[in-house]
Each structure stands twice: as structure tokens, then as C-alpha cells.
């Protein structure tokens, strides 16, 4: 894990958290612990948008590189859709839905046990072993 340098903890404020890069190359921080005046919590970033808000924390890099690396990879914002012209037809309508397949027929409930079962055969006195 590489530390690209220090920062503010998003969750306490306390400033002079090392801010690291994971395996999977995006940036986490662990505060520092409770008796060390930090608050002991994690930050993970899972893609580009949480990269970018971990590396606003940083205050202090470690190098140039790193912070061009972090700090330009930020996320384009999506170009807003043109207005449509007078002269542009207006876009066909959605498809109408299918129709929904049947639903299968319910299934018979299944059978009831006999009211009462059935005798049981008379049991002989002495079972299998006797004495004579």
C-alpha cells in the first residue's frame, strides 16, 4: 500500500491521517485510535466519485505525481442533451409492452390424512425374547 500523504479525517477533523491506496488502486484512510485523539473510523473508496472526495482530503502529498494522479482523475460531468430543434422530428414512441405470459394454473392442495388410522396389529406379550 502506497501513501500519497495526509489528511483531514472526514469524520472527526483530525488532521495528520495518512491516506493510503489499496490493492485494487483506491485510496482509503484509517483515523488514528480514541487515546490518540482520532476517532478509530475507515473510509474506504469503492470507485472514482468516493476516490476524488478522499483525495480533497488530503493536505499535505507526498509527491507531485501523486497529486496529479488523484486530483485530475476527477468525473467529467455528463453533457447536457441538446434542445431539439424545430426542424428535427421528435423521437418515435416507446415500444407498446408485451403482453404478460399466463399465469400457471394453481396447483391441488394436497391430500388429508384419514381421519382415523388404521388399527395396529395386537402386540404379543414377551416381545421377541422369552423366558422360560
Keep these: 500500500m502506497t501513501t500519497i500523504g495526509t489528511g483531514r479525517c472526514p469524520i472527526c477533523g483530525l488532521d495528520g491521517?495518512?491516506?493510503k491506496v489499496s490493492k485494487k488502486n483506491h485510496?482509503?484512510?484509517?483515523?488514528?485510535?480514541?487515546?490518540?485523539?482520532?476517532?478509530?473510523?475507515?473510509?474506504?473508496?469503492?470507485g472514482p466519485h468516493s476516490d476524488q472526495?478522499?483525495?480533497?482530503?488530503?493536505?499535505?502529498?507526498?509527491?507531485?505525481?501523486?497529486?496529479?494522479?488523484?486530483?485530475?482523475?476527477?468525473?467529467?460531468?455528463?453533457?447536457?442533451?441538446?434542445?431539439?430543434?424545430?426542424?428535427?422530428?421528435p423521437p418515435p414512441p416507446p415500444p407498446a409492452p408485451r403482453p404478460r405470459a399466463?399465469?400457471?394454473?394453481?396447483r391441488p392442495a394436497p391430500k388429508k390424512p384419514a381421519a382415523k388410522p388404521a388399527p395396529q396389529?395386537?402386540?404379543?406379550?414377551?416381545g421377541w425374547l422369552k423366558w422360560e
Excluded: H, M
Design 17 to 19: 491521517v495518512p491516506i
Design 27 to 46: 485510496l482509503y484512510l484509517v483515523c488514528l485510535p480514541a487515546a490518540d485523539g482520532g476517532c478509530d473510523s475507515q473510509a474506504f473508496a469503492r
Design 53 to 89: 472526495r478522499l483525495a480533497e482530503c488530503v493536505t499535505k502529498w507526498s509527491g507531485k505525481e501523486a497529486k496529479q494522479q488523484w486530483l485530475n482523475n476527477a468525473p467529467q460531468p455528463e453533457p447536457e442533451p441538446d434542445d431539439l430543434t424545430e426542424d428535427e422530428p
Design 102 to 106: 399466463r399465469a400457471a394454473p394453481p
Design 121 to 126: 396389529p395386537a402386540k404379543k406379550k414377551g
